[in-house]
């Protein structure tokens, strides 16, 4: 089945503890972004990654890197969250850029105490 | 800067019935795609329709179809036959054609009930 698989489903941290939300995507997609879901905003990009090796910042990139090592896989890394990171992160992924339809993970409910 | 409205944050249906969510965009580009994503409670952002801008013809899904008016920058979503299924966040959402960063913009969001 094609999927957007993120992990974990639900996190709960503390400030400054280093965390990683992984995503993975078995359909050979180049594109690959995250999104963060807040109250009231919608949905806001993070980090976008056009293939391997190639990311680059989103709308709001502040206190998040990214890798993209292998095709499949682009892990959301946050060195040392704040309690305003608590939030609903979603991956998504995309055979290109803008020409075709992302698909969305289950997304990751994290809150930062 | 490319924006979404989403004017309607709440709507209310009765089952059966035929319900329209409004979004409006604001953009200067001419090639460029729009979406309707549900979330339902369950979180998951699930595609509901495309259309194209450059196609006049407006996108149809079997109980989804859209009113697309280019000039007047509208993409409204009509929900035909509403079922307690349909309850959910819609988000409408923009995407620029020849963009290099391929984020999607996205309104805040209507939230739509469905009464028995």
């Known amino acids: 089945e094609a999927q957007v698989t993120q992990n974990p489903r639900y996190l709960i941290t503390v400030t400054g503890k280093k965390l990683t939300v992984t995503c993975s995507q078995n359909?050979?997609?180049?594109?690959m972004s995250w999104y963060r879901q807040d109250p009231g905003l919608g949905l806001r990009q993070i980090y976008y990654?056009?293939?391997?090796?190639?990311?680059d910042k989103g709308d709001v990139p502040e206190g998040y890197k990214v890798s993209r090592k292998e095709k499949r896989n682009f892990p959301l890394i946050l060195e040392s969250p704040s309690p305003n990171q608590t939030s609903l992160y979603f991956c998504a992924s995309s055979p290109g850029v803008s020409q075709n339809i992302q698909y969305f993970g289950a997304g990751t409910r994290l809150s930062v105490l | 800067a490319q924006t979404v409205t989403q004017s309607q944050p709440e709507m209310s249906v009765q089952e059966a019935e035929t319900v329209t969510l409004s979004c409006t965009y604001d953009?200067?580009?001419?090639?460029?795609?729009l979406f309707w994503y549900k979330q339902p409670p369950s979180r998951q952002m699930i595609l509901v329709i495309r259309q194209e801008a450059y196609k006049q013809q407006n996108a149809t899904e079997n109980r989804f179809s859209v009113n697309f008016q280019k000039a007047a920058k509208s993409f409204s979503l009509k929900i035909s036959d509403s079922q307690l299924g349909d309850a959910a966040m819609y988000f409408c959402a923009y995407i620029w054609y020849g963009g290099s960063q391929g984020n999607l913009i996205f309104g805040k969001g209507t939230k739509l009930s469905v009464k028995p």
């Open positions: 953009t200067s580009e001419s090639d460029y795609y």
């Open positions: 990654s056009m293939n391997v090796e190639v990311t």
């Open positions: 359909m050979n997609h180049e594109y």
